[in-house]
């Protein structure tokens, strides 16, 4: 089966900023594609030029197996778009912005009523169908949203950081609506500046920084190129810290770091945890934690980028930066 | 919320999505966008009010307030500046086109169009058909509003019907300018105050409100040569009776050259913003 999405050295410049500096991407048909990286580094403006938003200034792309600047309408055919803002009508009921893109389709004024249900119904907004989308919640304008770029029951869908803004819950939602279209098959493009959402719901990785993919692979050998395992411990009495720090660097052979109350080391030999240990017992340093886990893509992303995936700008990544939002976005998580 | 299979009972039929957009199916989904532009006015209440109360309130105001002092005749007053003040009104629409479109472009609902297999031209054809059948519209609330209080114009229905046409005809010249404005600068509120600003000097500083002979040579000047008073006379010539011939002239040479200028102004920066 060819490649749903085959980019290759995608450039597009603005007056004063290159947006894309060669990207290339492959998306496998079936699979969802996860485009990672922060602010500005390039995800939307790289949908937009595979969704035939926008021409590229050089490389070329096919989609669906058609190429997005000799033949859009080709592409247009088989794609589905659904922007970082929810771009549904706001003076329209939910059942006419629906109905508009299926008559748009060319589906009959019947079939179109019968498609604007379903897709409703499937999206539990069947209650707010006739009330202006003015009127919904920002998690339900984005089912809508989502809503409308399935009418015409796209074989490839682009989101473009679908859960920006969205509260924990909502964004658990989606994540189970995108679950179900891998399960009827659609390949997905989806781009994230959170980690945690990649991870969920990608099956390939492509970190994209300053306009180029700097990394690709799955979830896993993304964490596994980051090198080794983290060892991170925590003390009961802080005031010992230093102590610690100094005992992990000593075992690991590589500088521990100290975050908050806790410690942090990169660690290449599993078994040096049990020598942490017998030596912090030695030094009767109380642990409170202690554990050797895969790095996350926090992590990562910092090894592979050099900076962290989060420049601290938008009130929106603020629920990933801080590490209680994260914590509780784990929980929500196991609880789902 | 999980997403489970389509409901079995009457699934739609998905229809095949043609491999290429005829001049025919172009129209089609012009047509459809203008549709969607004329459901917006029953889903919001502004523009309901917009197209009532304004009205009113205009026509009311003019011709109570300054009608006795400016002709000692509120109802002498009220004839002459009916056609101006419809002139006026659908004037003050156009603003609205560009100020939309602007809206429809930032809130990416143009982007959810040009991402479907439909003709590329289609959403602008659609704004500016709808927005046409505001201007209409306007035209009629205003006029439903002078008859109420007595308008019965000399010309008649094909006086009235032909001034309507004048006026149409000029707020589609100007639609073009507006829509231009509106794809051009950044956001919607820039493109309501730069409408506005334009719009007060050309409407007050034109016939429709006081004749040109009356207010000083400068700014007499100024309306003799503003399109507004060649509509208002073209108008109030058609509605009332008088010269027409030359101020329709004027009016067409205007709304041509507004079309000529502004229509591939507008149409570029809509391919480059949208």
């Known amino acids: ?336 | 919320m999980t997403a489970t299979a389509e409901r079995p009972a009457a699934p739609a039929a998905i229809p095949a999505i043609p491999h290429r957009v005829t001049p025919v199916t172009a129209v089609w989904h012009g047509m459809l966008l203008t549709w969607r532009s004329l459901l917006r006015i029953r889903g919001n209440p502004a523009e309901v009010l917009g197209l009532t109360f304004m009205p009113i309130m205009f026509v009311g105001l003019f011709v109570f307030v300054f009608g006795e002092a400016m002709m000692g005749d509120w109802r002498t007053y009220r004839d002459f500046i009916i056609p101006g003040i419809t002139a006026q009104s659908v004037i003050f629409a156009t603003i609205g086109t560009g100020v939309s479109l602007n809206t429809d472009i930032e809130k990416g609902i143009f982007d959810r169009f040009r991402s479907l297999p439909i003709a590329r031209s289609a959403p602008l054809i659609g704004a500016i058909l709808g927005d046409m059948t505001r201007y209409l519209l306007t035209v009629i609330m205003v006029l439903l509003v002078a008859v109420s209080i007595g308008f019965r114009p000399a010309g008649g229905l094909v006086g009235v019907l032909g001034a309507a046409a004048v006026v149409l005809l000029f707020a589609f010249g100007l639609c073009w300018l507006s829509a231009f404005f509106g794809l051009a600068l950044r956001s919607a509120t820039a493109v309501n105050i730069f409408g506005s600003i334009w719009m007060f000097p050309l409407t007050f500083g034109s016939s429709t409100f006081v004749e040109p002979e009356r207010m000083p040579t400068w700014m007499s000047v100024f309306a003799q040569v503003n399109p507004v008073t060649h509509v208002t006379d073209a108008m109030r010539g058609l509605m009332l009776g008088g010269p027409v011939a030359e101020p329709l002239l004027w009016t067409v040479v205007w709304s041509v050259a507004l079309v000529a200028v502004f229509f591939p102004l507008a149409t570029r920066a809509y391919r480059r913003r949208s």
């Open chain 1, 1 to 336: 089966m060819t490649d749903a999405i085959r980019a290759e050295g995608l450039v597009k410049r603005f007056k004063n900023t290159t947006a894309l500096a060669g990207v290339d991407l492959v998306a496998r048909s079936g699979a969802v594609l996860g485009v990672l990286g922060p602010n500005g580094s390039g995800k939307t403006t790289t949908v937009r030029v595979l969704a035939t938003l926008l021409r590229p200034d050089e490389g070329r792309a096919l989609v669906g197996g058609h190429d997005v600047v000799a033949e859009p309408h080709l592409v247009r055919r088989q794609i589905g778009l659904t922007g970082q803002y929810a771009a549904v009508d706001q003076d329209l009921t939910g059942t006419q912005n629906l109905m508009l893109i299926a008559r748009l389709l060319g589906f009959s004024r019947r079939d179109a009523r019968a498609r604007a249900a379903e897709l409703l119904e499937r999206f539990s907004l069947t209650d707010a169908g006739e009330r202006p989308a003015r009127t919904y919640s920002g998690g339900m304008r984005r089912r809508l949203d989502l809503a409308a770029s399935l009418v015409g029951r796209p074989s490839l869908l682009f989101l473009d950081e679908p859960t920006t803004g969205l509260d924990p819950h909502s964004r658990n939602e989606l994540w189970g609506v995108v679950r179900g279209l891998v399960g009827d098959g659609v390949t997905v493009l989806l781009t994230t500046q959170y980690l945690e959402e990649a991870d969920q719901l990608a099956d390939d990785i492509a970190v994209i920084d300053h306009g180029r993919v700097i990394s690709t692979g799955t979830p896993e050998e993304l964490k596994a190129r980051a090198g080794d395992q983290v060892l991170e411990m925590r003390p009961t009495d802080t005031g010992r810290l230093a102590d610690a720090a100094g005992i992990v660097t000593a075992v690991t052979g590589t500088t521990a770091h100290t975050a908050g109350d806790s410690i942090r080391a990169s660690v290449a030999d599993p078994a040096a945890l049990p020598a942490v240990v017998r030596r912090l017992d030695d030094a009767g340093v109380a642990v409170a934690e202690l554990t050797l886990r895969r790095p996350s893509l926090d992590e990562v992303f910092l090894a592979l980028t050099g900076h962290p995936a989060e420049p601290a700008d938008t009130t929106d990544t603020a629920a990933t930066t801080d590490p209680a939002g994260t914590r509780q976005e784990l929980q929500e998580r196991t609880n789902a």
